[in-house]
């Protein structure tokens, strides 16, 4: 639930994830404005995981004390960016910088996103928002991707 809502709300995860006048330029768009802390978006997402919850008790405590569970949100991001950058491990230079389409075109690249994908599966939305942001990919190199430094040192 927590990437799909992300997903259908493209100004809030703009806004938690990356709005760097950069990015801005890159997609074409303008820096997203807004008076809101991330914990407006975060309680956000808390309503919409947690509102609904299959679990009665949960439901409750969202009611009463809402608050309490926009830590377990922003923890679970925190779970979420260690995970990717695990992934990005497996992926090593060879996916440094490059799309997710780039990175399928590639047979090597694919293979080694397949094998890791049912473990991971929202490794291409995330990466889709953090392939280019340091603060959420640390595997990320601003080296061109398509450079092969280990070949012209030999």
């Given amino acids: 639930r927590l990437i799909a809502w992300c997903k259908a709300n493209d100004d ?4 938690l994830f990356s709005n760097s006048m950069k990015d801005a330029k890159e997609q074409g768009r303008k820096k ?3 008076g809101s802390p991330k914990e407006t978006y975060y309680a956000q997402l808390a309503n919409a995981i947690f509102s609904n919850d299959e679990d009665p008790e949960v439901q409750l405590l969202f009611q009463t ?3 309490a569970l926009i ?3 922003q923890t679970r991001f925190g779970t979420l960016k260690r995970k990717y950058n695990e992934f990005n491990q497996s992926l090593k230079q060879m996916g440094a910088g490059l799309t997710y389409d780039e990175l399928q075109k590639n047979p090597q690249t694919k293979t080694l996103i ?3 994908f049912s473990k991971f599966p929202w490794w291409p939305d995330l990466h889709g928002w953090w392939r280019t942001n340091p603060a959420y990919n640390t595997v990320f190199s601003t080296a061109d991707p398509g450079q092969n430094y280990e070949s012209a040192a030999l």
């Fill in 12 to 15: 809030a995860h703009i806004k």
């Fill in 65 to 67: 004390s809402p608050s």
């Fill in 114 to 116: 397949g094998e890791s």
């Fill in 32 to 34: 997203k404005q807004s």
């Fill in 71 to 73: 830590k377990p949100v």
